[in-house]
């Protein structure tokens, strides 16, 4: 089984700051994708970014960038130039590739003006 | 196109009383998942299926808890005799394929209250 743990239940930071988030997992398997997600005080959960296990290469998608370390289990969200709509509750998920999804108890951030 | 829809919205029910909740997922996507999400909390994983069968209902809570899918869309997951440890945020979501790399797109959510 897999266990997505996300060590800090609220951050904040100021808005244009950068601010990482952290996420560690565990597993048995070698290969499997991660994602973290974002959810609005709205409620709706979107994707903000994903990483494949077998690509060393870290996963950027404009102001948002992980550090995806395998052999440690970890998988960190940087978030850049932070903006007041980046205020939302953060989840980060594991994908096996037989398609179960395990959700960490998610990161409840809040960008300060 | 149109996204991911649950129904209803909101629901209020007895303790003891039976419900259903609906989930229609993004046509052609043939995963589909069902989590639970209590106030302030992370999403559990409750199940998913392939198409029209669940490879995986280890996520269910009790035997109180099912769920079924029809003709590879919508999905409804039935909790019978409600308790109050029920109440909760239910989501949907579907994905174009179970094994693939593709992002789950989630639905608004059944927000459940167990009186």
């Known amino acids: 089984a897999q266990t997505v743990t996300q060590s800090q239940p609220e951050m904040s930071v100021q808005e244009a700051e950068t601010v990482t988030l952290s996420c560690t997992y565990d597993?048995?398997?070698?290969?499997?994708?991660l994602f973290w997600y974002k959810q609005p005080p709205s409620r709706q959960m979107i994707l903000v970014i994903r990483?494949?296990?077998?690509?060393?290469q870290n996963a950027t998608e404009n102001r948002f960038s992980v550090n995806f370390q395998k052999a440690a289990k970890s998988f960190s969200l940087k978030i850049s130039d932070s903006q007041l709509g980046d205020t939302a509750m953060y989840f980060c998920?594991?994908?096996?590739?037989?398609?179960?999804?395990?959700f960490g108890d998610g990161t409840t951030l809040t960008v300060k003006p | 196109g149109a996204g991911v829809s649950q129904s209803p919205s909101n629901k209020v029910t007895e303790k003891g009383k039976d419900v259903e909740l609906r989930c229609d997922p993004i046509?052609?996507?043939?995963?589909l998942y069902w989590y639970r999400q209590r106030l302030g909390q992370g999403l559990e994983f409750l199940i998913y299926?392939?198409?029209?069968?669940?490879?995986?209902k280890s996520g269910l809570p009790s035997d109180r808890f099912s769920a079924e899918r029809t003709g590879e869309s919508v999905s409804t997951l039935t909790i019978q005799r409600t308790q109050q440890e029920d109440s909760a945020v239910y989501l949907c979501?579907?994905?174009?394929?179970?094994?693939?790399?593709?992002?789950?797109?989630f639905g608004p959510g059944t927000r459940l209250t167990v009186l």
């Open positions: 597993t048995s398997e070698n290969n499997y994708y």
């Open positions: 046509s052609g996507h043939t995963a």
């Open positions: 299926f392939q198409g029209n069968s669940a490879p995986d």
């Open positions: 979501a579907s994905k174009l394929a179970r094994n693939s790399y593709n992002e789950q797109f």
């Open positions: 990483q494949e296990a077998y690509k060393q």
């Open positions: 998920a594991f994908l096996t590739v037989v398609g179960k999804s395990t």
